[in-house]
Nanobody, 134 residues
């Protein structure tokens, strides 16, 4: 079973930084979009950032200006550079991919008012925990 493998989570203080990595080397799509998803304790999973097949990013409003998503196609790795972290950024971060060229996130996903269902992406990772202490 193809899976993605996340790493890089940990515990940081408010204002700190982390870099998450997602190993996508096992994907066999000709083209795909891939993104990061955040599930805070007791809450539904929301979109954080996504990259189109050509590398064009989309960000949730809550992380714009603080997080940067990038894809290293040579190494089949997706990164999430997280800075100015806040306690509300705490939770599990999942990497997920699906076939196709674009992320096509709706305005509601970008605004954080619509959650992401497991069925919406074909391949998921096991997640990595991020804890931001105040």
């Amino acid at each position: 079973q193809v899976r993605l493998v996340e790493s890089g989570g940990g515990e940081v203080q408010t204002g700190g930084s982390l870099r998450l990595s997602c190993d996508a080397s096992r994907l066999r799509y000709v083209s795909y979009s891939i993104g990061w998803f955040h599930q805070a304790p007791g809450k539904e999973r929301l979109g954080t950032a996504c990259v189109d097949n050509d590398g064009t990013p989309t960000y949730a409003d809550s992380v714009k200006g603080r997080f940067t998503v990038s894809k290293d196609s040579a190494n089949s790795t997706l990164y999430l550079h997280m800075s100015s972290l806040k306690p509300e950024d705490t939770g599990m971060y999942y990497c997920a991919a699906r076939g196709g060229l674009r992320c096509t996130w709706s305005d509601a996903v970008v605004a954080g008012t619509r959650s992401i269902g497991q069925y919406e992406y074909n391949v998921w990772g096991q997640g990595t925990q991020v804890t931001v202490s105040s």
